[in-house]
């Protein structure tokens, strides 16, 4: 068996595409256009990429974007005082604090000083309980989560009565996204670092979303046959033969799991190109609301 290719960038190409067309006939009709604000605190190179594409991705789907840069300095009073500041501005619909914060910043706290309207990251712990409670749904779904359950709403008919494992369990993935496969009927096992014998209970899984950040750490024989593997990983291994002297994989060892799985998602081309458009397609989300509010 060879898994078919689970490409999260084919996808997310039509959901950007989707969010495009929105925010045009919202301009024709003489709305205003969607806005995002991005926070960005420090000088963390991967957070200025993640922040940079994330603007461009806004620029090519319509969005208006409002970048605003704190030096790794600032007090907590600072970056809770611009999100504040950011609350009141009709301009802006959608605000993301780019994480991981500087450490002496306190971060829920940081969060929790965002409107849970303009939550577009989904990160608020308001919409996080509405996430874990029966019977409530939150205004908005943490990005690369949404991207995770989106993919796998493509490819499987039904998630109900299917056993799923969540490997790792951080509040940005790995818990919500169990908590969606909860709501979408699966049964639900999450792993870490203390589980026994990890490779067999991952080997119970129809579905796997492997999200733990360790390179290439879940093997074929790990994988049930037939499985469906989401691998949210991506990390850098030393690789003198590519130019810039390292390659990026993901949590599973693709050429392995792929000889094993049904359907996979290729690092990088996977969950990555998803969450930046969950992202527009929240902030479209978010604009929306606020229009029933004029």
Request: contains cysteine; aromatic residues 4%; hydrophobic residues 45%.
């Amino acid at each position: 068996m060879t898994a078919q290719i689970l490409d999260g960038k084919a996808v997310a190409e039509q959901v950007r595409k989707q969010v495009a067309e929105a925010v045009a006939a919202r301009v024709a009709a003489g709305k205003p256009r969607p806005g995002l604000a991005t926070v960005l605190v420090g000088d963390n190179p991967a957070s200025q990429v993640y922040v940079s594409s994330k603007q461009k991705a806004c620029a090519e789907v319509g969005i208006e974007s409002f970048g605003h840069k704190l030096p790794a300095t600032a007090t907590q009073e600072e970056v809770e005082s611009l999100v504040r500041s950011l609350n009141e501005d009709p301009r802006v619909n959608g605000i993301l604090v780019q994480l991981p914060l500087p450490s002496h910043l306190i971060e829920e706290d940081v969060l929790k000083a965002i409107s849970i309207e303009k939550d577009v990251d989904g990160f608020h712990p308001m919409n996080i309980g509405r996430l874990a409670q029966k019977g409530r749904d939150p205004l908005f779904i943490p990005c690369t989560p949404a991207g995770v359950m989106y993919l796998l709403e493509q490819t499987l008919p039904k998630l109900e009565g299917l056993n799923a494992v969540v490997l790792g369990r951080s509040n940005i993935v790995g818990m919500p996204v169990a908590l969606l496969l909860v709501r979408a009927n699966a049964t639900v096992t999450i792993c870490h670092s203390r589980t026994k014998d990890l490779p067999s209970v991952v080997r119970q899984a129809d579905v796997l979303v492997a999200a733990v950040g360790k390179a290439e750490m879940v093997r074929g024989d790990w994988v049930k046959p037939g499985a469906v593997v989401v691998d949210v990983g991506i990390n850098r291994v030393d690789d003198p033969s590519k130019p810039r002297g390292y390659r990026l994989v993901g949590d599973v060892a693709y050429d392995e799991v792929a000889q094993v799985a049904s359907w996979i998602t290729p690092v990088p081309g996977g969950v990555g190109p998803m969450t930046i458009a969950m992202l527009l397609q929240n902030t479209l989300r978010a604009a929306e609301l606020a229009d029933g509010k004029m």
